[in-house]
């Protein structure tokens, strides 16, 4: 059975990033992007992580240009933007796509394990994936889901 951890992707420094780090650790899975209506969900996402990852918890963004391009910097810029504006200090990936033939093979396991309101593609920037500690996805979150929301979630899925 495919899991979270049989995947890999490359952080916006370019180094690979083996996926497989994060097993036995619960993940939130974000396609994030820095010019959206939603970017101020960067701020709940990092108190999320403060909040927990002392306890095998994780959020990883995966910023995307796919929906109103609202993601047009390249990795340099991405980065700059979140430590400087949120103080972002979990992994951020490079650039990739979400949806369609060029899709991130994680995105393209993601969203064949937990579809949407739209079926199984991505709707907006934001989308969020709760991953548990067996690399199996618990549930997937509307981008207008606030990232403080999730925190009971998140809580029964360390204690699991």
């Given at each position: 059975m495919t899991s979270l951890q049989d995947f890999s992707a490359t952080s916006l420094d370019g180094q690979d990033v083996d996926l497989s780090a994060y097993a036995g650790q619960v993940v939130l899975v974000v396609n994030t992007a820095s010019q959206c209506g939603f970017t101020p969900q960067y701020k709940g996402l990092q108190e999320l992580q403060e909040q927990y990852k002392d306890q095998g918890f994780t959020v990883i963004?995966?910023?995307?240009?796919?929906?109103?391009?609202?993601?047009?910097?390249?990795?340099?810029?991405?980065?700059?933007?979140c430590e400087k504006n949120y103080g972002v200090t979990f992994p951020m990936m490079?650039?990739?796509?979400?949806?369609?033939?060029?899709?991130?093979?994680?995105?393209?396991?993601?969203?064949?394990?937990?579809g949407g309101l739209l079926g199984s593609k991505i709707k907006w920037n934001f989308t969020k994936y709760l991953v548990g500690k067996d690399g199996q996805v618990i549930d997937r979150y509307a981008p207008t889901t606030k990232p403080e929301k999730l925190a009971g979630d998140i809580e029964k899925a360390l204690k699991a």
């Open positions: 963004g995966f910023p995307c240009d796919q929906f109103g391009h609202q993601e047009p910097g390249d990795e340099a810029a991405i980065g700059a933007f490079s650039k990739i796509e979400v949806n369609g033939d060029g899709a991130h093979p994680i995105y393209q396991w993601l969203r064949g394990q937990k």
